[in-house]
């Protein structure tokens, strides 16, 4: 426990492309950013250390640049890396000049006009100073997603916890709520639930690098106002996967 009464003193936050659009189709809405920024900024004024890695679906997906131009699956995926950088220096400055929240973008490629290379001993020293990391470029490599980015910074930068926050979807379902609204919300599953059973709620390689490090998972949604502060201060909300029922 933080002295504040935060659960965790140190987490790692993905957010997915899909969360910086908001009511737009594509790129970078200012209501959706600014709403996550003060969400990062509530959690971060808890004294709770926060890394967060950010997904590009708002711009770019390698997989259907592949598929629908033709590109190159790698040269495809590091310009999916590069919109990374995009939303990740779009919510810093954000957190910066609207919010007072200091903050450093941490890149897996090097563009240091823009970035601080990747290197973890700074991240973390980062964070007990009580910056906000932001880590951008997934991984520096080709065909891994930024699940997998998260899952990696997450047991790199020893953070006590996953959090996975969706847009519009409160938690894991047995099956597709779109398509089949009777669909129960687990609350809480094993690691090797999700595997068996295909839920989907992250890639394979994400998963495994969790479940071989016991990094539990929160899956939760963003935004319904204040989730994200009750998740920090105990409250057991969206679904937990760990190997475990705490």
């Known amino acids: 426990m933080t002295t504040n009464g935060a659960k965790y003193k140190r987490v790692l936050l993905k957010l997915s ?20 920024a003060s969400q990062v900024k509530d959690i971060a004024d808890m004294g709770v250390q926060v890394g967060i890695v950010v997904g590009a679906g708002n711009i770019w997906r390698g997989a259907d640049a592949e598929a629908q131009v033709g ?18 220096v779009s919510l810093q400055d954000v957190l910066e000049r609207n919010y007072g929240v200091e903050t450093r973008v941490q890149s897996a490629l090097l563009i240091q006009q823009m970035a601080e290379p990747f ?3 700074r991240a973390i020293h980062h964070l007990e100073t009580g910056r906000v990391v932001i880590f951008a470029c997934g991984t520096g490599n080709p065909f891994m997603t930024t699940d997998t980015a998260a899952a990696l910074r997450a047991i790199e930068i020893n953070a ?24 129960p919300k687990l609350e809480f599953l094993t690691y090797r639930d999700v595997q068996e059973r295909r839920l989907g709620v992250m890639d394979s390689t994400a998963l495994s690098l969790c479940m071989d490090n016991q990094m ?5 949604d963003l935004f319904a106002q204040g989730n994200l502060r009750r998740i920090l201060s105990g409250e057991r909300l969206g679904s937990l996967v760990a ?3 705490p």
Do not use: C, Q
């Open 71 to 88: 590109m190159d699956r790698a040269t495809a995926d590091y310009a999916g890396m590069l919109a990374t950088l995009m939303n990740s």
């Open 160 to 183: 006590s916890v996953l959090l996975m926050a969706k847009h519009a979807v409160d938690g894991v379902y047995a099956a597709d709520p779109a398509k089949d609204p009777t669909a």
């Open 216 to 220: 539990p998972i929160v899956v939760f």
């Open 243 to 245: 190997e475990k029922v």
């Open 119 to 121: 290197i973890r001993r």
């Open 17 to 36: 492309g899909e969360s910086f659009k908001g009511n737009r189709g594509f790129g970078i809405d200012r209501e959706a950013i600014y709403y996550i």
